[in-house]
């Protein structure tokens, strides 16, 4: 009877010392792929170190993104041209809030403000106030192979494009009535034209 205890105590430890094992290696696992996260925001974001762009992305990669970078796939340089295009028009301040990760996906929430050194930077890219962004990464290898992108892109500059491309949409459909009463006024003016000079034509020939 005491084997028998002693095989099933035995038989509890080995279970329990191997599920501890198993959850032991995917939390790891989970915090390697945190840090990816993080050390990609610290030098292409963070700091201006771009050219280590290749440490963390992919040879290629799919973003999900607003307007036209929706499922497109493209290649690891493009990250560095987005930061280094930033980072030539003025200087972030940012920082990570929280991450969160699960299988093969991490969730980075992060807030930063970007403080203009260009004309154009002024006008299209700097934040009055910090604003949050959510990116969620699939990681493969030690490399980010997808993006989605979450921003409030309400509370940046990069509204004026929609707030202008409405006036000029306005615009037009305000133009359309008045460019075709002015085509009516001078079709107008035509026929009243051509109408008196017939009349006087002939009051002419009456005349005579």
Request: a positive charge.
């Amino acid at each position: 009877m005491k084997t028998i205890y002693s095989i099933l105590v035995l038989n509890l430890l080995i279970a329990s010392s191997f599920s501890q094992e198993q959850t032991t290696i995917p939390k790891n696992q989970l915090e390697i792929n945190k840090e990816i996260a993080q050390n990609f925001y610290q030098d292409l974001w963070f700091t201006n170190n771009t050219d280590n762009y290749s440490k963390y992305v992919a040879d290629t990669y799919i973003v999900h993104d607003i307007g036209d970078r929706k499922g497109v796939t493209e290649p690891a340089i493009e990250q560095k041209n987005i930061a280094d295009f930033f980072w030539k028009n003025g200087d972030f301040d940012s920082k990570i809030d929280y991450q969160i990760a699960e299988g093969d996906l991490v969730a980075t929430r992060w807030t930063g403000s970007f403080n203009s050194k260009t004309l154009f930077g002024r006008f299209a890219l700097e934040t009055n106030e910090p604003i949050s962004i959510i990116n969620v990464f699939r990681i493969k290898d030690g490399k980010i192979v997808e993006f989605w992108n979450h921003r409030h892109d309400i509370e940046t500059p990069q509204t004026m494009k929609f707030t202008i491309k409405g006036l000029f949409l306005g615009l037009i459909i305000a133009l359309l009535p008045t460019i075709m009463v002015i085509r009516l006024r001078k079709r107008l003016k035509l026929l009243t034209k051509k109408n008196d000079s017939q009349h006087l034509y002939n009051s002419k020939y009456k005349l005579s």
